[in-house]
């Protein structure tokens, strides 16, 4: 079967995750490309890079944890909403986390963009209910 998406963003400092991460999604082929990137700061950029038209490919998947150094997930969201990124809502965000505390959840709720959040690391089961819901 053909990917369904063209990219999928990780964004999350943990290597390990990333790892288990990509590799999942790349042996379910979800997307031709999958792109690791450490903190909300390089995402932000990328992002901004495509919003310029700077021939980077706008994701259709973002996995975003929220706790992270140089800028954590809701600073990206933050930022993502100030830059008007993604602005043309195609682009499905979901949270990816291991420690969700009740303020995070709740917290949460206040970006729409988000459409859910999933405990660390993903399944293949996961995989299957995203691509269902959202694709």
């Known amino acids: 079967m053909p990917p369904i998406l063209d990219l999928i963003l990780l964004i999350d400092d943990d290597d390990t995750t990333n790892y288990v991460n990509k590799r999942l999604l790349t042996r379910l082929n979800v997307a031709r490309e ?3 990137l450490t903190n909300g700061e390089e995402a932000i950029q990328y ?15 973002i996995f975003l ?42 917290r949460l709720k ?18 299957r209910e995203i691509l269902q819901e959202y694709f």
Do not use: C, R, W
């Open 65 to 106: 944890d929220i706790k992270m150094p140089v800028m954590d997930g809701f600073s990206f969201l933050e930022a993502y909403d100030e830059h008007k990124l993604g602005s043309n809502g195609q682009v499905i965000i979901l949270m990816l986390t291991s420690s969700a505390s009740f303020y995070d959840l709740e």
């Open 47 to 61: 992002l901004q890079n495509v919003s310029n038209g700077n021939g980077e490919i706008n994701p259709d998947l």
């Open 110 to 127: 206040n970006y729409k963009k988000v459409k859910k959040h999933i405990s660390k690391a993903l399944t293949d089961a996961d995989v």
């Open 34 to 36: 999958i792109k690791v």
